[in-house]
């Protein structure tokens, strides 16, 4: 079964328009990680945020925000005034405790703003 | 800047060759991965080590030999690859492993394979 869910495969938005990318996770441990990764053309995945599983306090940081609920199992992102340069692929990711050795990631969502 | 390095960017090379791809991590982290990411495809854990032992293989074929002479140089030894192992590699690193506080996995920038 998978373990993190990004159900939006492709998502194409005007510049300026907001837009939110979802994750829904699966695990049956009180204490995990998620994070957001940015992949942009070049390939590398640059890490944006990862939060514990203790605090659902929502974060934000400039544009980009993030919604964590746990009664849902989702983590999602969501960025404000979206611009060119956020056209990228985003994955979410999970870690755990009972496997440590993992990052469970999902499959990606490619976002193109279109300008 | 990234914390970690990936050489080459891109390598093309037939089929009977044998070439090596190189990471290294200036970031005093302890665990290094290498993953395979596919056109249209999730990414694949592909090797995991931790202070230089190996620690995962997930049934990756021979070709694919993988060398972590310290804890901040991996390496990718391929031979004899098939076109379908063309696809993007990206090395990375953690503090640890595990689900510790503050362990963040840190990636390169991928070497762009092709196997012609």
């Known amino acids: 079964a998978q373990k993190v869910t990004q159900a939006q495969t492709e998502i194409s938005v005007v510049e300026k328009e907001d837009v939110t990318l979802d994750c829904v996770y699966e695990?049956?441990?009180?204490?995990?990680?998620l994070f957001w990764y940015k992949q942009p053309p070049s390939g590398e995945l640059v890490f944006l945020i990862r939060?514990?599983?203790?605090?659902?306090q929502n974060e934000i940081s400039g544009r980009y925000s993030w919604n964590f609920q746990k009664s849902t199992s989702s983590f999602n992102f969501t960025i404000t005034a979206s611009q060119v340069v956020d056209s990228a692929v985003y994955f979410c990711?999970?870690?755990?405790?009972?496997?440590?050795?993992?990052?469970?990631f999902g499959t990606g969502t490619s976002l193109t703003v279109i300008p | 800047e990234t914390g970690v390095t990936q050489t080459p960017r891109h390598l093309v090379m037939g089929m009977t060759n044998k070439k090596s791809l190189k990471c290294e991590q200036h970031l005093g982290h302890n665990a290094m991965y290498w993953y395979k990411q596919s056109a249209k495809k999730p990414l694949e854990l592909m090797f995991v080590y931790s202070l230089e032992e190996r620690v995962e293989n997930n049934s990756v074929p021979s070709r694919f030999s993988p060398e972590c002479p310290n804890s901040s140089h991996l390496f990718l030894h391929l031979h004899t690859l098939q076109p379908e192992d063309s696809a993007l590699y990206l090395c990375?690193?953690?503090?640890?492993?595990?689900?510790?506080?503050?362990?963040?996995?840190?990636f390169g920038e991928g070497s762009w394979l092709t196997v012609v």
């Open positions: 695990t049956r441990d009180t204490t995990y990680y």
């Open positions: 990375a690193s953690s503090l640890s492993l595990g689900n510790v506080v503050g362990n963040t996995i840190y």
């Open positions: 990711a999970l870690s755990e405790t009972n496997t440590g050795n993992q990052f469970y």
């Open positions: 939060r514990n599983s203790f605090d659902e």
